[in-house]
Nanobody, 123 residues
Framework: VQLVESGGGSVQPGGSLRLSCTGS???????VEWFRQVDGHTCELASR???????YYTDSFKGRFTISQDNAKNTVFLQVDNLKPEDTAVYYC????????????????????WGQGTQVTVS
């Protein structure tokens, strides 16, 4: 049971990236959230997608961030457009309900299953 984030990279301001969050050994059945962490400490909730497809964005992430889900691939995406230097961070995803058998760890004020994150650098 693991979570893998991917799709990050180094881009110039104004560029775009599509981040992926894939679960293996389990199926996403609850809401899934994307966070970002700056300097290894400060976490921000970017977005959440619910099982019914409805979405939530923290105010500062509205407009340039789009969350979506492909159930066939058991993957949640975060599209980020018009990237800015302040978007530089490690991006993590996590399901609201921890699947059975998952190794849990504390992160971003919660305790659940987290991947290794994907680094986004904008400069």
């Amino acid at each position: 049971v693991q979570l893998v984030e991917s799709g990050g990279g180094s881009v110039q301001p104004g560029g775009s990236l599509r981040l992926s969050c894939t679960g293996s050994g389990f199926i996403f059945v609850s809401a899934v959230e994307w966070f970002r962490q700056v300097d290894g400490h400060t976490c921000e909730l970017a977005s959440r997608i619910n099982p019914d497809g409805t979405t939530y964005y923290t105010d500062s992430f509205k407009g340039r961030f789009t969350i979506s889900q492909d159930n066939a691939k058991n993957t949640v995406f975060l599209q980020v457009d018009n990237l800015k230097p302040e978007d530089t961070a490690v991006y993590y995803c996590t399901p609201k309900d921890t699947p059975a058998g998952a190794r849990m760890r504390p992160m971003c004020g919660g305790f659940g299953i987290w991947g290794q994150g994907t680094q986004v650098t904008v400069s």
